[in-house]
């Protein structure tokens, strides 16, 4: 916990609630909002009218603040990933369901120390270290099949010497400028290489939020369609995909989770242990 934080009991919190409102500000009332509907167990993702209300509040008070961009992103972007994580908890790892529950209410109270954006990026680090744990250990492509930079060439309908840089070591040693000279290459993998090479970009994509690197022009949106075929063969992909398991295929429902890839519910169905699949 940061020093600068009250402790997660909502009755710290209401000392900077009370605070708040005896300046006349609004957020002090969204804090009191929130605790009322911890207090009443309400689950903190439902579509109810005070998850409504809480947000309709939030945007109100955006809307009228001058916070740095930046700050303002952050809060926004926490407030819809909280909503979304109800998708994710049948996979979710209790740490970043931790982080993705904390209250939005929370986070704009304290806007302008820096918090909210570091929460956030704790939020990236968590579901990282999900994609790392999750694809540990995995294999390069063997010889029989495309690196990266093979895949990138076939994409020019050339052919290209099996390189070392993407084909010998850990995908967790494959720097951002490998990854960068291959922004065209994923469409020509097979399953070895996208076992291997999708949690690297994955990991670059995350890495690089929210305005992502400069000089990526095609990877990560290339990325985005690979995971969410969107009406392109359903059997091309499933082929394509067929190395990962479970535990992969959860780690993506988190990726996806925090980009908004639409993919999302395929990806999180798939990462549910067989055992618990209904």
Request: charged share 25%; hydrophobic share 45%.
């Amino acid at each position: 916990m940061d020093p600068m934080l009250p402790s997660d009991a909502w009755s710290a919190w209401s000392v900077v609630a009370d605070r708040l409102l005896e300046a006349g500000d609004l957020r002090g009332e969204l804090l009191l909002l929130d605790a009322e509907r911890a207090a009443a167990a309400w689950p903190p993702d439902d579509d109810d009218a005070m998850t409504a209300l809480i947000a309709e509040r939030i945007e109100a008070w955006l809307d009228t603040s001058a916070l740095p961009e930046p700050t303002a992103d952050a809060i926004t972007t926490h407030a819809d990933l909280r909503h979304r994580v109800r998708l994710l908890l049948p996979v979710a790892p209790p740490a970043l369901l931790e982080l993705a529950h904390r209250p939005t209410s929370q986070l704009l109270a304290l806007a302008g120390t820096g918090w909210p954006e570091e929460h956030l990026r704790a939020i990236d680090l968590a579901v990282i270290a999900w994609i790392e744990e999750a694809f540990d250990g995995v294999p390069p492509p063997d010889t029989n099949h495309r690196t990266l930079a093979q895949a990138e060439a076939a994409d020019g309908y050339m052919k290209a010497p099996r390189d070392a840089e993407g084909s010998e070591g850990r995908w967790q040693d494959l720097d951002d400028g490998y990854l960068l000279a291959c922004q065209w290459a994923l469409p020509h993998l097979d399953a070895q290489g996208m076992r291997y090479y999708l949690p690297a970009i994955m990991r670059f994509a995350v890495r690089h939020l929210p305005d992502g690197h400069p000089a990526d022009t095609w990877l990560t949106e290339s990325l985005e369609y690979t995971l969410d075929p969107q009406g392109g063969s359903e059997a091309w992909h499933r082929e394509r995909m067929a190395l990962l398991d479970a535990q992969q295929a959860a780690a993506i429902g988190a990726f996806c989770w925090r980009t908004g890839n639409g993919a999302l519910e395929r990806w999180v169905a798939r990462g549910v242990p067989a055992d618990r699949r209904r």
